[in-house]
């Protein structure tokens, strides 16, 4: 039985954001023993989002600890060794979900060759599983429902189920105030509870650039939320404070060659401009999304690093749009000029 301990700081979840946290807490210059991480996993924190991608890739695939936190941001790898010197004590560490998931996925593939792969839910990440499945020679059916209703049975050899997840507040349930489904926090992620704070897909924040509560459940917003989090509790312990979290919404995806970005909000009217020719050789093609006459978000596949630039301020200015079909002819250079 370990002995009762006490720390400054608990993150409980061990994924993205506490990898996150956990280097912005060392930034911050806390020392040894400060800070326990709690969490299901039995390895350091990782780069989620590789699971889908490159973790099932036939050959090289990655493996950890080849995308543990924070490479994901262009960052150091915070291997569990980091955690040790930085004083952890890294056995304590016990993990479940992901990582198994993905492991008894590669050991299926690999059971499997070239066989049958049936893949129910079509979001991002059914997407990037069938790419995935399909890149191993696996012949992929996606489907939307588990029973058809016109009582085809589909053969398969794998079926994987990618009908989204949904945070998990019940452990505090009755402990704090929640919102939008999420544990809902301030602008530095404190929750009703003060002293405790909520980050990553759990929490729903006020998002500034839409003046109302969200919530997120994108890695990017995992690493800001987690730094802003442990930011301002620095702050606040030396009498300081940080500005609010203002964040403009990102997200991405990549299947086969194709990878795209998104930036902003996805309502109102879409306008689809460029190249989307399923044959072309290396198709270019976005759209931009029209409220109350401003652009609010814009999605691009197959942007170069200063196009996926201009797309993000776009999202963030919200330049007023007077005529669509001049829009949709000018597609990205319309971006270029914000
Ligand atoms: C397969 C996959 C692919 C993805 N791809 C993308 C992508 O391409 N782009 C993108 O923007 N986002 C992507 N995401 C989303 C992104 O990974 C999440 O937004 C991010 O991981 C959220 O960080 P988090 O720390 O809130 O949660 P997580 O990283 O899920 O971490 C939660 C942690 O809490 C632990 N835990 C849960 N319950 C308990 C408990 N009772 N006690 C202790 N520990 C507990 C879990 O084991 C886990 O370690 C993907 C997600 C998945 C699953």
Redo the contacts with the bound molecule.
Sequence with gaps: MAAAKHFTYVI????????YAAREFAKQGIKPGELAI????SVA?Y???????GYLFPQNAARLPGFHTCVGSGGERLLPEWYSEKGAEANNI?????IDD?DKLVAAMQAKKDGKAVVVGGG??GL??SAALKTNNFDVTMVTAVKLKNGNVLEADIVIVGVG?R??TH?FKGQVAEEKGGIKTDAFFETSVPGVYA????AAFPMKLYNEMRR???????RKS?EQAVKAIKAKEAGESVPEYDYLP?????SFDLSWQFYGDNVGEDVLFGDNDPTAAKPKFGSYWIKDGKVVGVFLEGGSAEENQAIAKVARAQPPVADVEALKKEGLDFAAKV
């Design positions: 409980l979840g061990g994924g993205v954001a506490a990898g709690i969490s299901k996993e924190p780069e989620r989002p590789a699971l889908s991608k016990l993990y479940l979900r992901d993905a991002y990440i990037e599983l997840g945070p998990l452990l980050i990553a897909d759990v997120v459940e994108h890695v990017d917003h995992a987690a990102y997200f991405y995806s990549r």
